[in-house]
Nanobody, 117 residues
Framework: QVQLVESGGGLVQAGGSLRLSCTAS????????MAWYRQAPGKQRELVAI???????VYANSMEDRFTISRDNAKNSVYLQMNSLKPEDTAVYYC???????????WGKGTLVTVSA
């Protein structure tokens, strides 16, 4: 089992920045992929970015314009730097980890990001 704990969410004004953190514990030796997802009110959960333990990174849509995912394998942690935030970025941001691209995902409980206009 793997446990994920996110932190760093909060209220920020449009144009501001936040850095989210997620730390994994438990059977972390098997984890290869860590990712950030978000779910806005009334919408489906969507991928923000995913990173492999080989340093590979994939962003969804145009997320890399303002978001940067990074990872510290030694700390079993993944981060999401979010810049130039917009009200439409308001969502619960979830950390996810999995062993392979198709294996069951572990999820954190999420951290709320609210961007005010």
């Amino acid at each position: 089992q793997v446990q994920l704990v996110e932190s760093g969410g909060g209220l920020v004004q449009a144009g501001g920045s936040l850095r989210l953190s997620c730390t994994a514990s438990g059977s972390t030796f098997s984890i290869r992929f860590m990712a950030w997802y978000r779910q806005a009110p009334g919408k489906q959960r969507e991928l923000v970015a995913i990173t492999g333990n080989d340093g590979s990174i994939v962003y969804a849509n145009s997320m890399e314009d303002r978001f940067t995912i990074s990872r510290d394998n030694a700390k079993n942690s993944v981060y999401l730097q979010m810049n130039s935030l917009k009200p439409e970025d308001t969502a619960v941001y979830y950390c996810s980890a999995r062993e392979t691209p198709t294996s069951m995902a572990y999820w954190g409980k999420g951290t709320l990001v609210t961007v005010s206009a």
